[in-house]
């Protein structure tokens, strides 16, 4: 009984949480630009909500195009920072259902980083 349970919970929760490309599909929350580098505003990010995992969870990044894309665990916010024609732009996703200081905390991160 208690296998049978544990594998709806699973299959629950994992019908909650999209994929990046399903994230990436929607509209960006907030879109950013600067003049600095695509690595140095990534890296920027991801140290800034690196400061917060005790609180939001792991946060990763990756190659993405021409830039780099930092992630939460399960994508539940995602920055896509990318170099196009000496200028950088930054794409803020989030999942719904959030806490508004959490998404706050992300955003005031990335616009300390342009």
Do not use: H
């Not at 993405?64 to 995602?78: P, Q, R």
């Not at 170099?83 to 989030?94: G, I, R, W």
């Amino acid at each position: 009984m208690k296998k049978i349970l544990l594998a709806v919970v699973v299959i629950v929760l994992a019908g909650c949480a999209s994929s990046i490309r399903e994230v990436r599909d929607g509209e960006p929350f907030k879109t950013y630009s600067s003049s600095k580098p695509s690595k140095t505003v990534a890296e920027c990010v991801l140290t800034g909500w690196q400061e917060n995992t005790m609180r939001y969870g792991n946060i990763a990044i990756q190659p993405y195009g021409d830039g780099y894309a930092v992630l939460s665990g399960n994508a539940l916010e995602l920055a896509d920072i990318i170099s196009k024609d000496s200028m950088t732009k930054v794409n803020f996703y989030y999942q719904t259902s959030l806490f508004d200081s959490r998404i706050k905390a992300r955003t005031d991160v990335i616009e300390g980083c342009l």
